[in-house]
């Protein structure tokens, strides 16, 4: 069995905890970069100390450091050369640090562009830049699933599958969007019910929401309950971020994100942990709620 059919089938008996924000994380240990993927190269220990802990607070399914790790975003940041470096250390990094038997996520997130017509960004583009960060995180044959996140365009989704299922087509994917509305759509005006719909129809295996409004996450996957039969994923953010000299700031409390957790528990979903902000309280009290749920 393909790990990531053990992963389907583990979620069909119980809730399993995700880790949580690797950059914060990551700015409360003084490291500095110009792309978060960076750091898997110029100081390894820290990403793995940061993986590491998070299991030990209760996490259960990791994520490559490798969110802005597609080559769009790498040759942006003058890194484009070193692409393939920073993804497979990725994997070598987290794998080392939580052992062969969690769970690990190959993650990828958006290019920063836009796709056309609305930006410059071609979709046979956008399927390649993502086809070349799969090509080297999947021949490892060390992450069991692919978590695609924090996207707001289906159209950019749909690319970012493809490339996957163009390497490989068994590989089992997780798709989570990001609602920036307080009512439940993405940027782009999408719902819940509606990428769900759209996501089931990629066949997609898990779909879920991520980052954006906390508001905007908790309706939006309730609307995908309503919709589709596939295992949900949530990860919320610390509560809504308030901008302290410039920079955003998340204060909301691992006791908040506790209570949260069980709501969305209590609405379906499977695969929860945290986003921006959160810490490894945050995820001792997610891990917390999810237990009481078994």
Do not use: W
Request: charge should be negative; glycine fraction near 10%.
């Amino acid at each position: 069995m393909h790990s990531g059919q053990r992963l389907l089938q583990e979620l069909s008996q119980r809730v399993l905890v995700c880790e949580g924000a690797m950059g914060s994380m990551l700015t409360a240990h003084g490291v500095s970069y110009r792309n978060s993927s960076e750091v898997n190269l110029t100081h390894p220990e820290v990403v793995g100390d940061i993986h590491r802990a998070y299991q030990q607070a209760g996490a259960e399914v990791f994520q490559t450091n490798t969110f802005a790790a597609n080559l769009g975003m790498l040759r942006r940041a003058g890194l484009a050369d070193q692409a393939a470096s920073i993804q497979s250390a990725a994997i070598r990094i987290v794998r080392e640090a939580v052992g062969p038997d969690a769970y690990v996520a190959a993650n990828a997130g958006p290019t920063g562009e836009l796709l056309a017509p609305l930006g410059d960004l071609l979709y046979d583009e956008a399927v390649a830049l993502y086809r070349q960060q799969f090509e080297v995180m999947l021949a490892s044959r060390m992450v069991d699933f692919v978590l695609i996140e924090t996207f707001e365009d289906l159209g950019e989704v749909k690319a970012a599958v493809e490339a996957v299922r163009t390497v490989d087509p068994e590989m089992v994917v997780a798709v989570t969007m990001s609602f920036s509305m307080a009512a439940g759509t993405t940027m782009m005006g999408i719902t819940g019910a509606e990428a769900a719909r759209e996501l089931a129809a990629l066949g997609v295996d898990i779909v879920g929401a991520n980052c954006g409004h906390v508001d905007g996450l908790v309706a939006a996957i309730r609307q995908m309950s309503e919709t589709v039969n596939l295992p949900l994923m949530a990860q919320a953010n610390a509560g809504q971020p308030q901008l302290v000299a410039g920079a955003p700031v998340y204060g909301g409390t691992p006791q908040e994100s506790g209570v949260l957790a069980a709501q969305l528990i209590e609405s379906g979903v499977r695969l929860v942990g945290g986003c921006c902000g959160t810490t490894l309280d945050h995820i001792r009290e997610i891990a917390r709620a999810a237990r009481a749920a078994i």
